[in-house]
């Protein structure tokens, strides 16, 4: 019977669809006028009254036609999917298709639409270029890496200037204001808002909720931002855009008089209590309303009395509940429950939500119709759903996406360019292009992108305030050395990483996935993306030494291991050689080895031993002698005490140094002269090179780096390089006057 009934259905379609194409077909042959069709003008004004009402009767008569077909398609649509449907057919508090805006979106057109379309003006659902104001709430280290997926999926498909505001602790300011700082996007404006200041508004309120007292921030929205902010988009971390935020702002615009929050319906049936035995959730109206995505009204708000009324509510179901369950979402709900006229329903597809429980499938027959997924379970990727490999792989477009493509100006929407801004271009236009070397010298001006602490970092100070962080800089090929820096560095590590978008995840699997890496919480890792055609290396090392926490650093190379102990024996050092109060820099001495396998050395005399067999020797001494050759070895062999080396030419050891030295000059990009050029400022600084006699250090072996390959085969690559050291050399003499002019004499008599 159901397959003679789907044939019959199938037959009628297809009757009307003919009936459309004939009707079409009439309009068009009669509306020829001079050999010119007429199908649709530009606006019905232009055209006699007589046409005019013709044509109105025609598309009148195409619209009924097409309407129809648009019924018998749901029809067969919901006959063929009857098998699927839950007993109950309705889902919520109604129809999710019709939901609470019955129409489509503004802006929004189905197919048959798209395909009648006329070109007269329609009123647009955000103006062109108006602001659009996205609130988010952002705690940790976790969540900050959360909202940079959010923002990107935010900024993919916008068209609009963008106003962020965050509320935040002080790990997720001090992240997301350098990323964004440096990210330097047109048309975005951020703003954040110290979480600490709102803990007492809401730290009364016992909550079960895996994201603590942060999870109820959103209800203080109208007291953390501006008061003169009208209305905001709000947003959980865990939130996917798949189309233009401004679509959602639009539906402000649908509101009536006594609306003052939009949500989208909860999408499990967690308000209906029969999730399991016993289970007593808060009150709310049917199944209620999930906040990860929230429309808020905030002038409406803060006329009706939105503190206290929320407060009142808390308290009042709080005698009998005891504590939330789902944080803010519970409040909001009971709120709802007392003043349903306050809400307005979103179409379900605003909010799409991954959770345990879900029965988000039904909000839905594509998944091209999604406009917002949220993974709001706790097990977030790895949540059941039929479509949830759709889910994940958009998700992972926009989790490894370029950022550096977000940079884009919007079309017709001019932005007030920075301080920061202006003068980076007005550098770049004094550059010539001409000049061989100009790659080099834009490389320099360059604007990388910098996520700070991309995992968790926890570090105590010392008492003894005699602490050393070990500072490195890798890239993707050097990952492997993390896990035996560790095992040999038992202090505070800084790390600076030269990634992709793409390479940073990865990097974020193999951390995770590692038991020495994810139980060592004193490593701060800090991406900076990539951009350019040059490696920034000194660039890179100077955003690890920027984020020290410690008085005392270790400027080395993440190729090179340090010995056992040596963490300990530089904290006792730094103080017998009273390092804060004289410019000293602590030499370790380099070694290196050609061997992949290594039994590591535990003392001096045992890598003595080793150095005298052959299987260890001082570093580069057969390819770059001068380099290390000042660290006089031969004294070293026998030494017990410290002792000071001058500086010479070339000279580029490993040292130990207070955090306020200078930085690296980030002029050089690549291979050549990155390290040299500071040891020769610590010099002009007056820094005492002192060389400790029970330290030391070996360099592992490996591939060579890109960046060395092209210094050896382009003789423009070092010529270039060396323009940019008789530059170096000027800008030292200009710095630091006559004392300067024996590294200029140095480098002309080599």
Known sequence: ???????????????????????????????????RALLLPPCLAETPASQVQERAVLESRVREVEEENRQIRRQLSRSQGAAAQTPDGSYGNQQWG??????????????????????????????????I?????????????DVVTLVKSVLFHRRNPLHFHFITDTVAHQILSSLFQSWMVPSVQVSFYDAEELKTEVSWIPNKHYSGIYGLMKLTLTKALPSDLTKVIVLDTDITFATDIAELWGIFRKFNDKQVIGLVENQSDWYLGNLWKNHKPWPALGRGFNTGVILLYLERLRKIGWEQMWRLTAERELMSMLSTSLADQDIFNAFIKQNPVLVHQLPCFWNVQLSDHTRSEQCYTEVSDLKVIHWNSPKKLRVKNKHVEFFRNLYLTFLEYDGNLLRRELFGCPSQASPENTELQVALEDLDEDDQCYDFRRERLTKHRVHLYFLQYEYLPNEDDNDITLVAQLSMDRLQMLEAICKHWEGPISLALYMSDA????????????????????????IVYKEGQFYPVNLVRNVAMKNVN???????????????????????SVVQLDMAHAKKALVVPAFETLRYRLSFPKSKAELLSMLDMGTLYTFRYHVWPKGHA???????????????????????PYVVVRRDCPEYDQ????????????????????????????????HMPHAPSFDIS?????????????TLKDEFHQDLSRKYGAAALKYLTAHRNI
Not at 15 to 33: Q, R
Not at 98 to 109: F, K, M
Not at 551 to 571: A, E, N, S
């Open 133 to 145: 104001h996205v609130a988010c709430v952002c705690a940790g280290h976790n969540a900050s890496r």
């Open 503 to 526: 390479e940073a995840q990865q990097f974020l699997r193999y951390a995770q996935a590692s038991e020495v890496l994810k139980n060592r919480k004193n490593v701060g890792y800090h």
């Open 98 to 131: 019709a939901s609470a805006d019955t129409a489509a979106e503004d802006g929004d057109t189905t197919a048959e639409e798209k395909n009648n379309h006329t070109d007269c003006p329609r009123s647009p659902t955000v103006q062109k270029c108006e602001l």
């Open 667 to 698: 002029r050089f990009v690549g291979f050549g002269w990155n390290k040299v050029s500071h040891i020769m400022e610590l010099d002009a600084q007056e820094y005492d090179l002192m060389v400790l006699p029970n330290a030391f250090m070996i």
């Open 630 to 652: 000042p660290t006089n070895y031969a004294k070293w062999r026998t030494a017990t005490t410290p002792y000071k080396v001058e500086w010479e030419p070339d000279f580029e």
């Open 550 to 572: 410690t008085p005392y650093m270790f400027l080395t190379d993440v190729d090179f291991l340090p010995m056992y102990g040596l963490y300990d024996y530089l904290r006792k």
């Open 710 to 722: 092209k210094f050896r085969s382009s003789s423009s690559y070092r010529n270039c390089l060396n």
């Open 1 to 35: 019977m159901n397959l003679l009934c789907r044939g019959r259905l199938k037959l009628l379609v297809a009757s009307l669809s003919a009936v459309v194409l004939l009707t079409w077909l009439y309009l068009f042959a009669g509306n020829l006028e001079n050999g």
